[in-house]
Each structure stands twice: as C-alpha cells, then as structure tokens.
C-alpha cells in the first residue's frame, strides 16, 4: 500500500486533507479525509495583556535611557544627555514564560517637572497600571526627591492603589562618594510598598523591573479570571 496526499480543502475553520490508500497490486484503495496532521505545529496567537507604565523622576536620572534600552537593547543608549520636554512614549511586548501570554507595556516617560508640565502628566498618572519611580543612586538629591514624586502621584490618584517599583540608576556609578546605598534604596521601597530594582542602561541591565511589572499585570489578570468564574 501506498499513501497518496491528493487535494487540501477548507472547512468548519479547520484545514483538512484529501488522502487516498492505494493498493498498487489491484488498483484498490480506499479515500477520504483526514485532519491536517500538521495543525499541532501551528501555534495559536498569544492572550495580549496591555498596561500603562509611568516613569517619574527628576531629571536626568536616566529615564529616557532606562526606557529606550530596554525597548531597543543597549546598542540604543544614548550617548549624550537630552532632557524629555513633556511626554515619550515606547512600546514593548513582554511575554511571560511558560504561558501564551504577551504584556504589551505601553511605557510613558514622563519629562522634567515644571509649570505647565502638571497637566501633561497628571492624567497619566491617574490612568497608570504601575509607575516606575527612578534616582540616580550617584545623587542623593534625587534620591531624596522621590517622596516628593510619591506624594503628586498620591495626590493624582486619590485612594486608588500604587502599584510599582523603585529603581536605582545608573549603577556604574554606585562607588562615587556620597551615593544612595542599597540599604536607603530598598528602605524607601519597603515604606512605600514598592519593589527595589538596581539598573545600568549603560551596560544593558534594565528588564528586571519591567518584567517584574509584567509578572504582575498577569497575575492581576489570572486573579480577576477566578474571580469571575467564581461568581453564580
């Protein structure tokens, strides 16, 4: 006997093939129609979870670079400072291991805090799924600042919840005199709620907090699924 592939054909969504079994002795055999046996190879489109990530910092803390290396890698790195005037905006699709799940972070890189600029970011700070508050760990000004940031984004949101992280930047220069320790850093997170990530867009060493973040939109989505399912 031998096995013919003889036609495709498309129906009820599936695709299926003709097939015939011929015996080569006699001329008898038998045809008919049977799944696409390589359907299995296909897979299915990724579950796209979408989130609104805020950076907030004093300026030149290193968002912009923060943000760009992650979305483009560390050949993308700026080599000069350019301070953000009002709002950037970069997208990056995250996919969660061992799922079919991919979080599209839409990540807003709020500028530097001046007049006018309130009303630029304020209503991305209301509509924000987490906020990524940066310091240069080199200043400890800027450290300093980010409960001064905490407070706005407090006031902004009301009693809504804060979900984020805090980053320490620009971790190549972590031996100068006078730096942000480990201990400050993760100190003012703890008393905030939020996570402690260290970074250094110089180098290429930004996703940890983005996937962080990531993991966290997914596990919100798996919980209000059971949720759902568990109401009558």
């Known amino acids: 006997f031998w096995l013919k592939l003889s036609s495709y054909r498309f129906g009820g969504g599936n695709q299926r093939i003709s097939v015939a079994l011929m015996d080569p002795t006699n001329g ?15 897979k299915p489109p990724p579950l796209v979870l979408r989130c609104k990530v805020v950076l907030v910092g004093d300026s030149a803390v290193g968002k912009s670079a923060l943000a760009t290396v992650f979305q483009a890698g560390a050949q993308a790195f700026p080599k000069a400072y350019s301070m953000t005037m009002g709002i950037d905006l970069l997208v990056k699709r995250v996919p969660i291991p061992e799922t079919e799940v991919v ?14 600029q309130d009303a630029i970011m304020r209503p991305h700070w209301e509509s924000a799924d987490a906020v990524m508050m940066v310091y240069d760990v080199s200043n400890i000004d800027s450290f300093q600042q980010l409960s001064f940031w905490y407070e706005e984004l407090r ?17 190549d220069l972590s031996d100068r005199p006078g730096s942000v320790t480990e201990a400050q850093g993760k100190g ?45």
């Open 28 to 42: 008898y055999g038998f045809e008919g129609e049977t799944e696409d046996p390589f359907a299995h190879l296909v």
């Open 188 to 232: 003012f997170s703890m008393e905030k709620g939020l996570e402690y990530f260290d970074v250094c867009a110089a180098n290429g060493s930004v996703d940890a907090p983005f996937h962080f973040l990531a993991e966290v939109v997914h596990t919100k989505y798996r919980e209000r699924q059971a949720d759902l399912q568990a109401m009558p």
């Open 155 to 171: 006031k902004a949101r009301g009693e809504a919840p804060i979900t984020g992280v805090v980053v320490a930047s620009k971790m």
């Open 103 to 116: 979080v599209e972070m839409y990540i807003v890189d709020c500028g530097s805090f001046y007049i006018g």
